[in-house]
């Protein structure tokens, strides 16, 4: 025999003629791997991945990580890190002229991005000028920033958290860091005028500081009460400065 009887094209036929129970049916979706299914744009936007589906093609650069370009509706690196340029800006100008009326919304988040970049600042400052005093600056900072928090949430009411304290002190650090940079070229220990011209920085800082907290504590009778542990806060930062 020329077929073997397991094998046999008339019964191999005759059996695909006989219903098995099994229906097919057509579905509503299209080849996944034709160009434009599946995604809107040109096709030159989209590739086909391992699943046989049209994916946009993503820019895989270095610059990418720093836009919104490495994947769809993904933030930017610096608003998923908590910096915000716009409030530090806000922050630092309100420092720099304390005499304009504060705007409340920008203290309602605890941003640390500028104060520790005016702490790294001064204590680049102060290395410059032969004084290694980056131990004293961070740890007179974290003592002095629970103890005015301590402080606060005695005094007031409503309270405030650690790091909105801690934000509020860092950035009106700023009148320091220049002092810090006005180290770099005159000797602030031997000059005539070095301990007068801590005087105003200080003065500065604690008005700056101490009008920020009574605004967003509500607390303009107590002024005073604030500006007392604020000024010897930024006094021990002045005392590292010039000495």
Known sequence: MAHSVLFDQNQLYTAGNQPDGLEFYQTQYADPSAPGVGAQGSADEFYTSSYG????????????????GGFPNEPPLMEELGINFQHIKSKTLAVLNPFKPLDT?????????????????????????????????????????????????????????????ASILGYCLLPIVFLGGIGLTVDLKTAQLGVLAAALPIAWCTYSSATMFVTVLSMSEQRLLVAYPVCLFYSSFALLTVF
Do not use: C, H
């Open 105 to 165: 919304e920008i203290y309602d988040d605890s941003d640390m991005a500028g104060p520790l970049l005016f702490i790294l600042v001064l204590g680049t400052f102060l290395l410059l000028s032969g004084k290694s005093q980056f131990g004293y600056i961070y740890g007179v900072g974290l003592m002095g920033t629970l103890g005015i928090w301590t402080i606060l949430n005695l005094m007031s009411q409503s309270g405030i958290e650690v790091m909105r304290t």
């Open 53 to 68: 589906t049209a994916m946009p093609i993503v820019e895989r650069s270095w610059l990418a990580a720093f836009g919104t």
